[in-house]
């Protein structure tokens, strides 16, 4: 993804949003149920600084489209990452306790679902979670093994469905995806498509 990265000039976000767009894409349309419209991911960010020591809760929220109805794997891209540079613009013009409570606001209709008879009443601005979670930069070890890989797991809600969560660990980028059983089947489908996608981009990147 670094590599893609620089060759495409975006980000490792953008080009890892481009990677899941286009494999939810074939992943939806082999199951005849791509939509017309993008997916649209609701996209965790740290919202502390650097120097900040830490305390009380510092994570912001911003919506992006995956362009899933976009065929072409460059023009995926630059459509996903115009729609993070337009999020994260808006973003930067809130103050910091505006930006949690937003977040907070766009998490709210999941927090009906454990309530009976609530979960379905509104339905929550975005189709899945994709956040990327920074971890070591060195390799870890326990009494001499070496960690290869660190695979993060989440919770999927009622109506969220799917998350997908990149975790960094020295040097590579570990991708998680955690779904419900009955509405996302065979999801290690998805796994494998995100991996051909990545092909896909870098062959159309040159």
């Known amino acids: 993804l670094r590599t893609l990265a620089k060759a495409g000039g975006g980000t490792i976000n953008d080009i890892a949003l481009a990677v899941c767009g286009g494999a939810l894409r074939r992943y939806l349309a082999e199951r005849a149920g791509l939509p017309d419209e993008p997916l649209t991911a609701m996209l965790p960010v740290n919202i502390r600084p650097k120097d900040d020591p830490g305390g009380g809760n510092a994570v912001g929220a911003i919506l992006a489209s995956l362009a899933t109805d976009e ?3 460059l023009a995926r891209l630059h459509a996903t990452a115009a ?4 999020a994260k613009a808006e973003l930067a013009s809130l103050s910091r306790t505006a930006i949690i409570q937003y977040a ?3 998490m ?3 927090s009906l679902a454990p309530v009976p008879g609530l ?3 509104i339905r929550p ?3 899945l979670v994709v956040s990327n979670v920074p971890g070591p930069t060195h390799p870890l070890y326990f009494r001499g093994a070496r960690l290869e890989a660190n695979y993060p797991v989440s919770i999927p809600y009622h109506g969220n469905a799917l998350n997908i969560t ?3 660990y ?3 980028l570990n991708v998680g995806f955690t779904g419900c059983r009955d509405a996302v089947p065979r999801l290690q489908r998805l796994a494998v498509y995100a991996g051909e996608a990545a092909d896909e981009l870098e062959a159309a990147l040159g």
């Open 170 to 172: 020295a040097g590579t």
């Open 125 to 127: 601005a975005f189709n």
């Open 71 to 73: 065929p072409d794997p």
């Open 83 to 86: 729609s993070t540079r337009r």
């Open 119 to 121: 979960g379905d009443l």
């Open 104 to 106: 907070a606001l766009l």
């Open 166 to 168: 990149i975790s960094s």
């Open 108 to 110: 709210a209709p999941l």
